[in-house]
């Protein structure tokens, strides 16, 4: 068991640091407690967020729809459910 994710009933938890205005979005090692995640979109108007919910839903092969911030919604910290995914991208099947 670790702190940076977390499966329950099939879904997974995400514990994740978020560095927005990144040159692209993509996933960066560990933070902490916590998976880096560099994203494109500036922390403005909930850009960050909504990028970093495209985001997720492309590398874990589920829809935008399931993928929610389950906190740190106006924070770089954030847990992140992803319902049912399909696939664990490379970068952080170590840590799921």
């Known amino acids: 068991m670790n702190n940076v994710s977390q499966w329950t009933d ?19 090692g560990l933070h902490g407690d916590a998976i ?23 590398q874990f092969g589920v829809s935008k729809r399931d993928v929610e911030i389950i906190s740190g919604e106006l924070n ?4 992140v459910k992803i319902t049912r995914p399909e696939k664990i991208p490379d970068a952080v099947a170590e840590f799921c």
């Open 10 to 28: 099939g879904d997974l938890i995400l514990v994740c640091h978020l560095q927005p205005k990144a040159s692209k979005s993509e996933f960066a």
């Open 36 to 58: 880096k995640v560099r994203i494109q979109a500036p922390p403005v108007d909930g850009k960050a967020n909504a990028e970093l919910i495209k985001f997720l839903s492309r």
């Open 76 to 79: 770089r910290h954030k847990r």
